[in-house]
C-alpha cells in the first residue's frame, strides 16, 4: 500500500518570507500527493479530453517550471530545457510510454532541491540575473509569489486529473 506523502500547512501567522516559502512547500507537496499511489500508466493518462495534459506531465512541467524561474532567471545558469526542444515546445507535457514516474519525480525533486539552494541567501528584495522579455527586473518575491500562482492553478488541473483517472478527490 502506498502512503500519502505529507504535507505541511503553512502558518497563519509568519513573517513574509516564511509565509511565501511556506505556501510554496504547500504547492508542491500537494502536487506530490495528487500522483500519490498511481501507476506510471495512470500518470501519463490524459484523462480530460479533448486536452492531452496528463499528472506525469504536469510533474514534468514543474521540474522545467523550477529550472527556468530559479536557475536560468534568478541565478542567470545555462541550465537547457529537460523535456522540451524546439520540435515540441510542450514536450514537458507530452510524456512517452517510456517516461516514468520515479526519473520525472527525481528530477522534479532535484530542480526543487536546487531552487532552495539558489533563494536560500537572498533578500526577497534581490533581482534576478535576468529580465523580461520587456526588460524588467524580477525580485525574489515576485518569483517566489509567481511560483506559488503556477503551482496552485496546475494543482487545480491536477485535482480534476486525478479525479478522472481513479475517482480521487480532496486535498
Not at 505529507?6 to 502536487?31: D, I, N, Q, V
Not at 499528472?55 to 522540451?84: D, K, Q, S
Not at 526588460?135 to 491536477?158: D, K, P, Q, V
Request: hydrophobic fraction near 35%; proline fraction near 4%; aromatic fraction near 8%.
Amino acid at each position: 500500500m502506498t502512503t500519502t506523502p505529507e504535507r505541511t500547512e503553512p502558518s497563519t501567522t509568519a513573517g513574509e518570507r516564511a509565509m511565501l516559502e511556506g505556501w510554496l512547500e504547500f504547492h508542491r507537496e500537494t502536487l506530490e500527493r495528487k500522483c500519490a499511489g498511481l501507476t506510471d500508466e495512470q500518470l501519463r493518462t490524459a484523462s480530460v479530453p479533448p486536452s492531452d495534459l496528463s499528472l506525469l506531465g504536469l510533474v514534468r512541467h514543474m521540474a522545467e517550471v523550477e529550472r527556468g524561474w530559479f536557475r536560468r532567471t534568478l541565478a542567470g545558469e545555462e541550465a537547457p530545457p529537460l523535456y522540451y526542444d524546439d520540435a515540441d515546445r510542450d514536450g514537458d507535457f507530452h510524456p512517452a510510454e517510456e517516461d516514468t514516474w520515479e526519473e520525472a519525480r527525481a528530477t522534479w525533486q532535484a530542480e526543487i532541491t536546487r531552487a532552495r539552494e539558489l533563494a536560500a541567501d537572498r533578500s526577497l528584495d534581490d533581482l534576478a540575473a535576468r529580465t523580461s522579455r520587456a526588460g524588467e527586473s524580477y525580485n525574489l518575491r515576485w518569483i517566489l509569489t509567481h511560483m506559488i500562482e503556477e503551482y496552485a492553478r496546475h494543482n487545480g488541473h491536477a485535482d480534476l486529473l486525478r479525479e478522472c483517472v481513479d475517482g480521487s478527490t480532496g486535498d
